[in-house]
């Protein structure tokens, strides 16, 4: 073997040790297969995870609605979105662009009557990122350990000049990481509201405003988009710790409040012919001829007849020689799976079934506090 003393021209790259960086977070296989790690805190289950969020939307679209929406039911406990059951906690709102009258009455709408919860800090003012923004958050943090959520209305106000000489995606990138190494130093879901671009796209990624290095950084992304048809919009999410999906909302305009919709987005984001149709047969044991459709939704015959008929050449529906139509997951002749009968409760059996009457597609939020690996302040 040639070394460096029988080869003067040749040196050790890296023998001082104290000048060569190191490897951080290094596992071999066996040992991370075998470690346990706590599992994520959900501000919201199944939406919003600790980490970094990028809530995305068109002006106007209801982003501050939905954001101080989730901000209330998160402090006080409850159901976000009408639907979703979440622990309570401390949060934080930055109201970037709001005065405190503008946020008084906009809460006043959605409490409806309901006390204001002590859990909720507000504040319409906060330095940027890079002259101490994330430094006034971590104090806020610091003084508030079981905190649950933080939602930044706009990231704008808040993430700073970009660094001299930074490549635009270079730039996303380190903002969202900024605001990252928060969220992951205390366990904690931040929220950035973000806008979109005024081009449409159908990838929904493509349409945050700015470089893909936003949503490349965040852990979370959501994109609130105006639907027609019955859904007032359609949140589409991606995210780490989430799987790729779509949800319809309604927005109840009296009260503020973004309501999520039960059941697929395209039976919400059809025509009303189109989605009571869909509804109805759907609900059914057995594949059905126009007529009964038309009497069971309360619409004129010739209209069901003719609207079955464009749905199944659009592969909505699935149809017969009979002329009878059914839905694409159970198509015409094949009847639905019987339930298994199930046996009653005993003393001796009740364990085995407890929990299963109330399991749904959304996890539920783990009851104990997780604790960031790193204490300390925030430096």
Known sequence: MTTAAAAPHLRVVGADTKTVPQLRGTWTADQLMTAAFPEPRWAVPGLIAEGVTLLA?????????????????????????????????????????????????????LLQGQPAPSNLTLATGCPPLTQGGDTAIAAWLDTHRNARLVVIDVFAKIRGNSPPGASAYDADYAAVTRVKRLADHYGVAIVLVHHVRKAGSDDFLAEVSGTNGLAGAADTTLVLKRARG???AVLHATGRDIDETEYALHFHANAGAWQLLDGPVQEHTLGDT????????????????????????????????RTCLRMAADGQLTSDTGGR?????RPVGVPRVPRVPQPAFTSENGTDHEGQLGDHAVPRVPLDHHTPEKGGAWA
């Open 57 to 109: 939307g068109p002006p106007k679209v209801g982003k501050s609605w939905l954001s101080l929406g989730l901000g209330l039911t998160v402090a006080a406990g409850g159901r976000a979105l009408d639907m979703i059951g979440v622990q309570a906690g401390p949060v934080l709102y930055l109201a970037l662009e709001d005065t405190p009258r503008r946020l008084q009455q906009r809460m006043g709408v």
């Open 230 to 232: 019955q859904a007032d």
């Open 274 to 305: 189109r989605g009571a149709i869909l509804r109805h047969l759907r609900q059914q044991e057995q594949p059905q001829p126009p007529k009964a459709v038309a009497e069971a939704i309360g619409m004129a015959y010739d209209t069901v007849k």
């Open 325 to 329: 139509y059914g839905t694409p997951n």
